[in-house]
T-cell receptor, first 115, second 109 residues
Framework: DTGVSQDPRHKITKRGQNVTFRCDPISEHNRLYWYRQTLGQGPEFLTYFQNEAQLEKSRLLSDRFSAERPKGSFSTLEIQRTEQGDSAMYLC?????????????FGEGSRLTVL | KNEVEQSPQNLTAQEGEFITINCSYSVGISALHWLQQHPGGGIVSLFMLSSGKKKHGRLIATINIQEKHSSLHITASHPRDSAVYICAVTPNRDDKIIFGKGTRLHILP
């Protein structure tokens, strides 16, 4: 296993278009997080999954954002009708949680630029 | 007020200096993470700790649960240590991980 992978690494899109990001966590990890990071800021929570169940979604997210983890393995994050304010690095992290949090492993991130 | 506060926000030091980065948090936690982020994005976990002290090479992390405070130390700093160091906590309620805003460290040769 080569770690957490994210695809695409870079996405440039026009305002109003839909974009989808994919995250493949480390195979045995049951918990998966999505975060967003803008320049000079720490990662901002978006949502997270325990296996296939979405446990929490940030109140900061509008209805244009949706995430899935259909089989408890890979996850997708979709942004509909993108806006310039959506431009950011979208980070995925995974961990093995067995009642206690394990070490976090991050992907390289997917950088979104909305023109 | 953020639940996780780091200081300083920015730090520039000469090669060889001893570096300390501080993290204070306001919630009960089950674990605290120190992470390193180099320009270009990738985040790497340096430490995960819930008590005491951990050491890895030139890096040392300590935590005081009663005072809700942790420090990351770098001994004999080197320009390759230049990065953003992020403190993050896992709350007791086993909820989402909360991140600090990071400390940008620049080590001059």
């Amino acid at each position: 296993d080569t770690g957490v992978s994210q695809d695409p690494r870079h996405k440039i899109t026009k305002r109003g278009q839909n974009v989808t990001f994919r995250c493949d966590p480390i195979s045995e990890h049951n918990r998966l997080y999505w975060y967003r990071q803008t320049l000079g800021q720490g990662p901002e929570f978006l949502t997270y999954f325990q296996n296939e169940a979405q446990l929490e979604k940030s109140r900061l997210l509008s209805d244009r954002f949706s995430a899935e983890r259909p089989k408890g393995s890979f996850s997708t994050l979709e942004i509909q009708r993108t806006e310039q304010g959506d431009s950011a690095m979208y980070l995925c992290a995974s961990t093995l949680n067995r009642g206690n949090t394990g070490e976090l492993f991050f992907g390289e991130g997917s950088r979104l630029t909305v023109l | 007020k953020n639940e996780v506060e780091q200081s300083p926000q920015n730090l520039t030091a000469q090669e060889g200096e001893f570096i300390t980065i501080n993290c204070s948090y306001s919630v009960g936690i089950s674990a605290l993470h120190w992470l390193q982020q180099h320009p270009g994005g990738g985040i790497v976990s340096l430490f995960m700790l819930s008590s005491g002290k951990k050491k890895h090479g030139r890096l040392i992390a300590t935590i005081n649960i009663q005072e809700k405070h942790s420090s990351l130390h770098i001994t004999a700093s080197h320009p390759r240590d230049s990065a953003v160091y992020i403190c993050a906590v896992t709350p007791n309620r086993d909820d989402k991980i909360i991140f600090g805003k990071g400390t940008r460290l620049h080590i001059l040769p």
